[in-house]
């Protein structure tokens, strides 16, 4: 099954980053993807925090939801679409959600982000809990393919990669493939982005898609980029450094099992240790 991790350099204009974000899925479908998954704030990278408050829409209406659901009809892709800013009862916070679309154009799953990322290293300040409500489930959906069955999609957000807890879960309830869509800052992502994305892969035997965020925002911050997949045994399939791209590799059932039953880990798993 042919994959797509989409890379985006998106800007402060919500229309000028959906006519990239088409661009990108037009030519993700021309090589044959069946899902393409769209990186972190692919709609809005704002100048400040709070711009995400003037564009969020309400779960199951707005431009942004109706563009992915026409985008994925007409295409006739799914779309994994990581994030769009949906309103909560507060109207001083939101949810940053993730989004997936079937062919049909139906919405099948979404997840809020569980773990809401906090940086300050004296030059640089981030605390996404300014206007961010955290999620609160862990999601899964099936992706049926063409030809190779159908796989177990677990669902989560960039700083999510850091607790390891969540895709041990994932693991626990059958998934084949793990999503981070991802807006990485350039200083965490230069130590840190790839050894944590290959690490949940081998940890739980899985395929991991992570688009991102990659290059010098017209807001000025500078995104890591570094667009991938990986597979279970923490190969990498494929990547892009820097800039917009389409980031293309297949995924199998098959060569999945064969990792697993090759090292069954998830299988030995210390009950004791569960427990705890």
């Known amino acids: 099954m042919q994959i797509a991790a989409l890379q985006m350099v998106s800007g402060t204009d919500v229309l000028s980053n959906l006519r990239s974000a088409r661009s990108l899925l037009e030519r993700a479908a021309t090589q044959g993807a069946e899902l393409a998954v769209l990186p972190e704030y692919f709609c809005i990278l704002g100048r400040r925090d709070t711009d995400k408050l003037q564009v969020q829409e309400a779960f199951g209406d707005g431009p942004v939801q109706s563009f992915l659901s026409q985008t994925a ?33 139906e919405c099948v799953a979404r997840y809020d982000k569980m773990h809401l990322f906090r940086f300050d290293n004296g030059s640089e300040l981030y605390d996404e809990t300014r206007v961010l409500e955290a999620g609160t489930q862990p999601v899964c959906f099936e992706l049926p393919s063409r030809s190779d069955g159908v796989f177990r999609v677990g669902l989560s957000i960039c700083y999510d990669m850091r607790f390891p807890e969540l895709y041990r879960h994932y693991a626990s309830q059958g998934a084949h493939v793990l999503l981070v869509p991802s807006a990485f800052t350039h200083t965490t992502g230069q130590s840190h982005w790839e050894l944590l994305l290959r690490a949940r892969a081998i940890e739980n035997l899985a395929y991991v898609v992570a688009p991102a965020q990659g290059g010098l925002h ?13 597979n279970p045994w923490g190969e990498l399939l494929a990547q892009q450094a820097e800039g917009e791209g389409v980031v293309m590799a297949d995924i199998s059932l098959p060569r999945l099992q064969k990792y697993r039953s090759q090292l069954p880990a998830l299988a030995h798993r210390n009950p004791r240790v569960n427990a705890l």
């Open 218 to 230: 017209e807001n000025g911050r500078r995104t890591w980029g570094q667009s991938l997949v990986a």
């Open 73 to 105: 009809r007409e295409l006739g892709l799914w779309i994994a679409a990581g994030t769009l800013p949906l309103s909560t009862p507060d109207p001083a916070r939101v949810r940053n959600s993730l989004l997936v679309f079937n062919p049909q154009g």
